[in-house]
């Protein structure tokens, strides 16, 4: 059966869905909406009638793109401990100290003094990729 392009216009209601263009910032928005606490990203593409699939999409490219290069993801502050400043800490007291690590993403980890280095740099590695 052949039907011409008016009467499936009329079958469809219209000239049907057209393609919407996001400028960055309205994309930035949305995705932003998505990290607030208690977000769902499924909730926030029908609040903006999006399918889910494109919002995770845009996520990934805007990860993408504000990562710092890989090199340069994580960085060291010189720190020098004096013969002087050693000797004034007693093993009690550095055990019950607390360090505190602020990553460039923000997130922040907040270790005891006697904290495993080996699981200490997995949190490290884990939290700078995200």
């Known amino acids: 059966m052949l039907v ?3 009467a499936g216009r009329a079958a469809t209601g219209g000239e049907g869905r ?15 909406e998505t990290f607030a606490p208690g977000a769902s990203v499924s909730i ?9 699939n494109m919002l995770f999409t845009w996520r990934r ?3 993408e793109i504000s990562a ?3 090199g340069e993801a994580v960085t060291f502050v010189p720190a020098a401990i004096t013969a002087d400043a050693a000797a004034s800490i007693s093993p009690a007291s550095a055990a019950a100290g607390r360090m505190e690590i602020v ?3 923000g997130d922040r980890v907040i270790v005891g003094g006697d904290v495993d280095a080996v699981a200490l740099a ?3 590695k884990v939290l700078s990729r995200r």
């Open 4 to 6: 011409s392009k008016e």
């Open 18 to 32: 057209r393609r919407r263009l996001w400028s960055a910032d309205e994309k930035r928005q949305i995705v932003a």
């Open 44 to 52: 926030v593409a029908r609040r903006h009638d999006l399918n889910a």
């Open 61 to 63: 490219q805007l990860r």
């Open 68 to 70: 710092p290069p890989a």
């Open 103 to 105: 990553l460039a993403s």
């Open 122 to 124: 997995r949190v490290v």
